[in-house]
């Protein structure tokens, strides 16, 4: 029974994306996006240490849901559910409306697939079906910035696809039997493997383009801004989440792999603090929120690095706890840009306090879900260096977000008359996962360890409060004394990558020029002859000269 | 091995259609004279793969009960059979996908499409179950003839001139193949496969007609730089017949380079083998950006095979052991060339039937499609997977074989192509895809939807093979190593 | 002796056929070109028929049997390529 409520949680988007083939379902896909994820979340609840094998030997197609997948379908399910019903009332006048369900629900497939996958081509599938299907979401709006923004996100996620490839066919090689291992039998292989290096590395990579460790995070504050506004938020909860998904399941935990584990955690804290300083210079609200998940997904990447320079096997739950408190902060948030910028009147000041608490519980705020994160995962750190960047990393995310309520400020409409309210169709699923994220991450906290005793103690609530306070004057002053932030564009290294697109097209008008010339028929005779002699002069050289018997 | 009539009969079958097309010109409508010379080779193929599958023996008939030297046998071994079942279900499709002819084709045109479509399967048939180096020229020349026909079948004037540059090339090809045979018979005085493998030495004239037959096949096969002929031809012939071409033509002189590599002489893995590869990385990486620029859809599809044709070529260096069957470089590069057959087949189809609703193929005005068309356009996108590399298709396990195998064997370059073309396959069916989901209303003509089933059946085979398990395949070993057939029993 | 030859005029008669195959610009003249390629390769299958007289046969019959096979075959591609020629009988092309 659990495993069948496991293979639903992906079948159910699956099926309904397959319906658009029919004309009578198409009208109605985009309500029945909020459905979509019921069964995962049922999953989630009532089926966790469940597993089904889809398919035997040799094929092992393996479904399991342990503990930090749980947490995570969960939350992926929530969000889902909170966003569709989002996205429903606001996509409902669109005219491209079905293409943007069946992308929607493919994705939907893909990423509620890959937190129960347990052998390593389902999780290559869904991870693919995922990260390609979220290309659809990107350009739905078929402007010209989302078709940049598109672009750029396919050309990196295939980028980070074949990196992956890579790495799990040599992670494959060292493993026992042939064909198809399961991640943990692959993984405890992983110290032993003659490459080794060569498989963190590509790991690292692959899923650090989708998590935005930088410098690989230029799509983000691309695709971000010019998707619709749930997609965003799913993009940013929960698309990113695939990367963390990944770290969890293929790095060696309790391994003995220290260097690796510092240098994760000198990347990530690395992309905490550069994202904070380059998102304190984006003016679109938007815009810093992506950058607020480039840099909460440095300080997940530090979790996760941290983990494994220490041994730790709990660093799974505590990756997984952390990212499900950012994936339903963010999701509120991303959904509440949308509403503030509805609002008006008397509803204004309820809806900017409610974003206020969101955006600060990203920094750590005592009593959100971020405070408790921030508890779970401090452990980890030890009292180094490394603690302190951590900690300190609370005060940018402070700096960060007061510079996004300044702007999110902006967006409510001036001229709204005073009884003017947001629809109830994006008001509550936003509410909701305001509420959710206080719930859900309140009622997990046992789950990593911790105590509620211990997590509400005065000391712990100082702890997580002076770097806000210095956030806070830190903000102050920079608003007083600092100059005119520069003027950085959003994805700002992809700039300058785009300045060698020139010459990419360039060489494509070469190449195209070099295949007229091959085909003209001299070129192409003579290259028949030349292939035949040079052939012929290989195997004769490589076979050495015989003389014929007899 | 098992002695068996069916070779033959896979042979005989579509030529008796062929006789019977002929007669029947007059009184009946050719399709329903060809469709059940259809059905039936379709069962024979089937059920000849199902024998050898159960048996794990090759089938074998030794025509006229004549053996080896003088006698030619037809034999039928998992490779074989595999590309018969590809073929059959490819031919299946297309006939069903053809069946209400395109456009304001005339009578006699209908009737040659059938005519050489029948023609082409018989050589095809030959192709995957001929011994001797002989038999392999009269399969190849067969298919030359009944392609070249198919090319000009519109009688345009840029397909005629498509068809007349592949004749011509193509006949290049052969005759610098018919020059190897000629010094192989010269030395060995055999040209029975299993006879020549006890006996071949890596000797100057062996090795130089060797070059020879693999040049002049590389010609037939269209690997890059000897492409000339295919884009037009592929772009210029009429959708079904671009789907067979693509799918199945070049595929048949490819498998006999596989057989006089594999079979005929077993090189140890060395330069020569670096020098195919090389052609086939240069066909993927190049002909891959080039199909990106195309602007009509049949060329950039056209392009496409080119660079997958490129990945056929790869599996050379990459099944170094005494065995070269048991490798996953073999499994690997005789899945790709499958999955492509299927997914090629559908893609070319699923283009016909997209310029028989609006009246053309420019990419760039697919807008409008993926509403009025759902089904064919889902038949392009997962026919756009399995060539992209992208799970669950055949081309993903294909492409996650030859990788595993160029990894084991250090081949790094190897590596490295296959993962660029797969990213540059991406880009170039993602950008049809954008346009045809794009918005848009233009007018266009109704298609019928059991032809878009058909394409939709083909897609869907190159995703059904993503599900053949990831380690060496039992049934391409079947059959292998040859041996010399002793007497019929 | 005269095997030699024959076999030395084969050889002539493909790198002729060759050279023209791949320089002459019109299709008439490759078709023409191809036809000499096969006049050489079919030359040379005499002579390995021829070869077997030594051994003491009179000839060996499945050399002949090809170059039977083959000049049908190119026969018949002579005969479609000219097919396809005289379709396009505009001003010639390059094909």
Known sequence: MSGLLLAASFALPLLLAVTALWPP????????????????????????????????????????????GAMLLGGSALLWCAAGAYAAYY????????????????????????????????????????????????????TPAAGRASLVYMGLALLGEAFLLLAFVMLAIGAPGIGNPAIAEAVAHLAASPFRDAILVLLVLG????????????????????????????LSGIIVKAGVIGLIRFLPFGGEIEGWGVALVGLGLFT????????????????????????????????????????????????????????????????????TGKAGGRSTGPILAVMTVMALS??????????????????????????????????????????????????????????????????????????ASFLVVGLLLPATGASYAAAFAPEALWKAFWPMLLGGALALLLHRFAPRSPAIPPGDLIVLAERGWPAMLRLADRLERADETLRRWPVAGALLLLLLLGLGAAMQLSAGFHIPRG | MTVSLLPVWAVLTPVLGLCALLLCERWMRPERVAAPFVGLSLYLSLSMTYEVMTSQAPLVYALGGWLPPLGLTLRADGVG??????????????????????????????????????????????AFTAQDLFNFFVALEMLSFAAVALVALDGTRGALIAALRYLLFALAGSILYLLGVGLIYGRYAVLDLAGLREIAQPDTVTLAALALMTAGLMAKTALFPLHLWLPPAHAGAPAPASAVLSALVVKAPFLII????????????????????????????????????????????????????????????LMPGPAPWQDIGWTGGLLQLASHGFAKAAMFLAAGLIYEA??????????????????????????????????????????????????ETGAWWIAAVILAGGILAAFYVFRALGHALADGDPPMAPVALYRQGAVLALALCALALGFVPLRPFALLAIGRPLEALEAMP | MSTTLFGLTGAALVGIGLFGLIVHPTALRKLLAFNLVGAGVFLVFGVLARRAAAAGLAGDPVPQAIVITGIVVAFAATALAATLLARLSGPEEEP
């Open chain 2, 258 to 317: 596989l057989r006089l590599w594999v079979d005929l002489l077993p090189l140890p893995a060395a330069a020569p083998q670096q020098i195919m590869a090389g052609l086939g990385a240069a066909a993927i990486l190049v002909c891959s950006v080039i199909a990106l620029r195309q602007q009509r859809l049949k060329l950039m599809i056209a392009y496409s095979t080119l660079a997958q044709v490129g990945y056929l070529f790869l599996m050379f260096p």
């Open chain 1, 91 to 142: 996509l409902a006048a669109s005219t491209r409306r079905t293409a943007f369900a069946v992308w929607w629900l493919l994705t939907m497939a893909g990423s509620l697939g890959l937190c129960l996958v347990a052998d390593m081509t389902s999780f290559y599938l869904f991870f693919t079906v995922a990260s390609l299907a979220a290309y659809g979401l990107v350009a739905h709006e078929a």
């Open chain 1, 25 to 68: 379902m198409r009208r109605h896909l985009l309500a029945a996006l909020p459905a979509a994820p019921l069964p995962a979340l049922a999953a989630a609840l009532l089926a966790p240490g469940g597993s089904l094998m889809l398919a035997p030997d040799p094929l092992r197609l393996t479904l399991a849901l342990d503990e930090p």
């Open chain 1, 362 to 435: 990203l920094a750590g705020l005592p009593f959100t879900s971020g405070a408790l994160a921030k508890y779970a995962v401090k452990d980890l750190f030890g009292d180094g260096a490394a603690a302190l960047a951590a900690t300190l990393s609370a005060t940018g995310s402070t700096l960060l977000m007061l510079h996004f309520l300044r702007r999110l400020a902006t967006l409510v409409p001036a001229d709204a008359d005073a009884e003017a309210r947001p629809p109830a169709g994006l008001l509550l699923p936003f509410l909701a996962m305001a509420g």
């Open chain 2, 81 to 126: 059979v595999l590309l018969m079942a590809l073929t059959a279900l490819v031919m299946t499709g297309v006939a069903i996908c053809a069946w209400t002819p395109p456009g304001d084709a005339t009578a006699r045109s209908r009737f040659s499409f059938w005519a050489l479509l029948l023609a082409l399967w018989s050589a095809l048939n030959l």
């Open chain 1, 272 to 339: 905490a603090f550069y994202a904070v300083a380059i998102g304190l210079t984006q003016p679109h609200p938007k815009v810093v929120l992506a950058y607020s998940t480039v840099s909460q997904m440095g300080v997940v990447a530090a979790v996760a690095g941290a983990g494994l320079a220490s041994g730790s096997e709990a660093t799974p739950v505590l990756a997984a706890f952390y990212a499900l408190h950012h994936m339903l902060v963010k999701g509120a948030l991303f959904l509440g840009v949308g509403v």
């Open chain 2, 358 to 407: 609006l009246g053309h193929d420019r990419v760039a005005e697919l807008g409008g499609l993926a509403r009025r068309q759902p089904v064919t356009l889902a038949a392009f996108a997962i026919a756009g997977l399995s060539l992209m590399g992208l799970p669950p298709s055949g081309g993903f396990i294909a492409k996650l074989l030859l990788l595993t195998a160029a990894v």
């Open chain 1, 207 to 234: 899923f650090g383009l989708k998590m935005g460790l930088v410098p690989l995070h230029v799509w983000m504050p691309l695709a971000h801004p010019v998707a619709p506004m749930p997609a965003s938020a799913v």
